[in-house]
């Protein structure tokens, strides 16, 4: 399995995502800011795997601030500034915020920062490897519920490139393998960066797994085409309603499941729920730079002149879902009661 990240002599290494699959490369993150960075130009991406990445980055953040007059406060700012990076994904503030709650509790206790870091320390490595436990744990219960003969389709990647390891709706894919139940993965390519085609297919590649690339609008012909029994997609955030954002393009693929009767599950850990929204039009949606529709790399794929929308995620209402897989179970609707 590939390795996303990994905190080495108290720096963040991570595997440069815009650069596979033809090459694998690491950065060496030694503060914060080149954290931010990555996680903006999304070299890591995926919600639990930027939350790990903001954990650790703010650990580097509290070296820096700890040579400042107002430790908790620089802290707080820095904080705010890795939140800021990306607003969909709700486990980059879930993760940032618990690091920061640490040290200002044991600020309050008059702890000295250099104590308080390596405190910090300790629980970015334990966001890291409860990810990996978690998507196993996951990976168990959504195996379970995913029929025999299974032929998946999935959309943009939820796999260990997006996590610590294993993944959410490739964490099921991968248990499903192991279980011998699968027989095809179908994975869209996931326009406009491609997730799906460089990474997901990528992953599961280096993982003997069967996976066909299609672009995305293929996927609805090849739901009636390719007898597809099943979709598993990961979440950036889920609200209390059960309402799901990912990937923009998952809300098309459960219209398509639903129009062929097709089980739609979300396979995310608890961290990806925001308890304090009610539905998903409280989700802000990131959007990025036209740049990303109208070329790829550096190929030029539109006119300059025309304009863009670019939203980088949706929000499938939670009636077109047919169970949230989690590290507790799977829910299944009335979602706010379940959740
Ligand atoms: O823009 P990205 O690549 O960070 O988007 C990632 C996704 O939408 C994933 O499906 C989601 O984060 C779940 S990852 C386990």
């Known amino acids: 399995m590939v390795e996303t990240m990994r905190w080495e002599a108290g720096k963040l290494i991570l595997l440069d995502q815009t650069k596979l699959p033809q090459v694998k490369e690491f950065i060496t993150c030694e503060n914060y800011i080149r954290v931010r960075a990555a996680i ?91 990810d990996i436990a978690v998507n196993k744990r996951m990976g168990m219960y959504g195996a379970a519920v995913l029929p025999d003969e299974a032929i998946v389709l999935t959309h943009c990647n939820a796999g260990a490139l997006a996590t610590c390891g294993w993944g959410t709706a490739l964490g099921v894919i991968r248990q499903a393998h192991k279980q011998g139940k699968l027989k095809m993965v179908y994975s869209d390519e996931t326009r406009p960066l491609l997730q799906g085609a460089r990474l997901t297919a990528f992953e599961l590649c280096e ?56 089980p739609f599950y979300i396979a995310a850990p608890v961290s990806t729920f925001d308890f304090n929204i009610t539905d998903g039009s409280q989700i802000p949606i990131e959007e990025r730079k036209g740049e990303e529709v109208k070329q790829f790399r550096s190929e030029v794929t539109a006119p300059a002149k025309a304009l863009t929308f670019n939203p980088s995620f949706d929000v499938t209402p939670n009636e077109l879902i047919t169970g949230i897989i989690t590290e507790y179970g799977v829910l299944k609707a009335p979602y706010t009661e379940a959740i």
């Open 40 to 130: 903006k130009k999304l070299e890591v991406r995926g919600a639990p795997a930027i939350g790990a990445a903001a954990a650790f980055g703010m650990v580097l953040a509290a070296k820096e601030a700890a040579n400042r007059p107002d430790f908790i406060g620089t802290l707080a700012r820095m904080r705010d500034d890795l939140i800021s990076a990306r607003p969909t994904a709700v486990n980059l503030e879930w993760a940032a915020r618990r690091l920061f709650a640490l040290a200002e509790a044991r600020n309050k206790e008059e702890v000295a920062p250099y104590k308080i870091i390596d405190e910090m320390e300790l629980m970015a490595q334990h966001i890291y490897e409860d």
């Open 207 to 262: 993982d003997n797994i069967p996976v066909t690339v299609i672009t995305d609008n293929m996927a609805a012909w090849t739901m009636k085409m390719k007898g597809v029994n099943c979709v598993v997609v990961g979440a950036d955030r889920i609200a209390s309603n059960g309402d799901t954002a990912n990937k923009i393009g998952t809300y098309g693929v459960a219209l398509a499941a639903k129009a062929h009767n097709i």
